[in-house]
């Protein structure tokens, strides 16, 4: 499955954005669909992840509440929508698929397959 990943920008702090990523392929609905952040000078880190059914998802603790991760299989595209954003969210976000990721390693980076380029979102104070 390829990646592509869109929406970032820059925003002021309280701001709101919304990440799209889209994705190829006659399967999509099968895949647990991640996004994850990356920081200058940080490790790659977990935001959100939904499985195959949009009812189960997963957040970083610093995000819940403000940061919301669905699905529209019939458009293959996962979304972020980003609400009361931070200087601190500030990083290069990517998304991520995987078919059979259990759920201990859902947080995980590695574990993740597919990956689309990535979108910058800069958040200023």
């Known amino acids: 499955v390829q990646l592509q990943a869109s929406g970032g920008g820059l925003v002021q702090a309280g701001g709101s954005l919304r990440l799209s990523c889209a994705a190829s392929?006659?399967?999509?609905?099968?895949?647990?669909m991640g996004w994850f952040r990356q920081a200058p000078g940080k490790e790659r880190e977990f935001v959100a992840a939904?499985?195959?059914?949009?009812?189960?998802?997963y957040y970083l603790d610093s995000v819940k509440g403000r940061f919301a991760i669905s699905r529209d299989n019939a458009k293959n595209t996962v979304y972020l929508q980003m609400n009361s954003l931070k200087p601190e969210d500030t990083a290069v976000y990517y998304c991520?698929?995987?078919?059979?990721?259990?759920?201990?390693?859902?947080?995980?980076?590695?574990?993740?397959?597919?990956w689309g380029q990535g979108t910058q979102v800069t958040v200023s104070s």
């Open positions: 392929g006659r399967t999509f609905s099968s895949y647990t």
């Open positions: 991520a698929a995987d078919l059979g990721i259990v759920l201990s390693v859902i947080r995980v980076a590695e574990q993740y397959d597919y």
């Open positions: 939904v499985r195959r059914s949009a009812g189960f998802t």
